[in-house]
């Protein structure tokens, strides 16, 4: 555990959001007073988790590779294919940070990609490779050496939030980017979030972003949002452009409007039966995964 200030402010003006002990480790999350970022102070560490026990697969998920899991990897793939593909070209050179199972990067290969897929967990990583013949480095990419390598695209899914340094994983991707790469990430959305209140804050997530802060920090790593999509629940995506870093100018609704939607899901998600409707197909393709209308205006606001 080691303790940080707020990687896209460098102040530590917070104020505490919850403490949980799991798995033998005492989490504590806090919210930054300066921008509205939700992350854990102290930070967990790869080397705490692994003292956990717990493999790389465990923090993320308990769902071993069965159909079902298959299904909802598949079902997020379709959701990502409407920014992915808008700047996707036969042949690129793609990497993927975080590939897991290795689902989108098999998809981009067949599509025509050269992909290279990087995934700390050994089994994942083997699977990957054993199934759709993929070219995995096995390793955590804070450790991978790629100097010289340059992608035209980047994605990394689902991923961001479980490093312990965002600001530095969002400064070594630029490194492997020209002017034309694009770079793809999804990340849970902070302000409407899938799970419940008790297992939001978790050992394998650091940081809590929204769409607000996850841009603000792409800026000031050297990278200009173009395009977003924000679901009415569960995660959003960004599609960024490398652009000169930039220190960020954060929007004065930024903290309440975390804070507001931290209040509200305390109670909301049982109010609403959201532990129910979350687990319905047809009310996650008819309500959940459609665009969240609600934040138009400042995102309008905070684009121009
Ligand atoms: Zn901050």
Redesign the pocket.
């Known amino acids: 555990m080691k303790s940080i200030l ?4 460098e ?1 530590d003006r917070t104020a505490f959001v919850s403490r949980r002990r799991r798995q033998n480790l005492t989490v504590t999350t806090v919210i ?1 007073l ?4 939700v992350y854990h102070n102290p930070v967990i560490e790869d080397s705490d988790r692994r003292d956990t026990g717990a493999t790389f697969q465990a923090w993320h998920t308990d769902a071993r590779p069965s159909s079902r899991y298959f299904k909802k990897l598949e079902a997020r793939w379709a959701r990502q294919w409407p920014l992915v593909g808008s700047v996707f070209t036969p042949g690129c050179r793609v990497l993927e940070i975080g590939a897991g199972l290795g689902v989108v990067s098999a998809h981009l290969k067949r599509l025509g990609a050269k992909v290279l897929s990087v995934e700390p967990d050994p089994a994942q990583a083997a699977y990957a490779r054993e199934h759709w013949d993929l070219t995995v480095v096995q390793a955590r990419f804070e450790d991978v050496d790629l100097t010289g390598e340059q992608f035209d695209l980047i994605l990394s899914s689902h991923a961001i939030e479980h490093f312990q340094d965002p600001l530095n994983f969002l400064a070594k991707v630029r490194t492997l980017a020209h002017p034309e790469t694009a770079l793809f990430l999804e990340t849970p959305n902070i302000l409407a979030p899938k799970v419940s209140p008790v297992r939001l804050f978790s050992v394998a997530h650091n940081f809590y972003f929204s769409p607000w802060t996850l841009s603000l920090l792409l800026e000031k790593g050297g990278w200009q949002v173009s395009r977003r999509r924000i679901f009415r629940r569960d995660a959003f995506q960004l599609l960024a452009r490398p652009a000169p870093p930039r220190r960020p100018a ?1 929007p004065s609704q930024a903290v309440p409007l975390v804070q507001k939607a931290l209040n509200r899901h305390r109670y909301l998600y049982y109010l609403k039966l959201l532990f129910l409707w979350r687990k319905i197909p047809w009310w996650q393709t008819y309500w959940m995964y459609t665009d969240d209308p609600r934040y138009d205006d400042i995102m309008a606001l905070e684009l121009s």
């Open positions: 707020c990687p896209l402010c102040v930054c300066e921008c509205g970022l954060i």
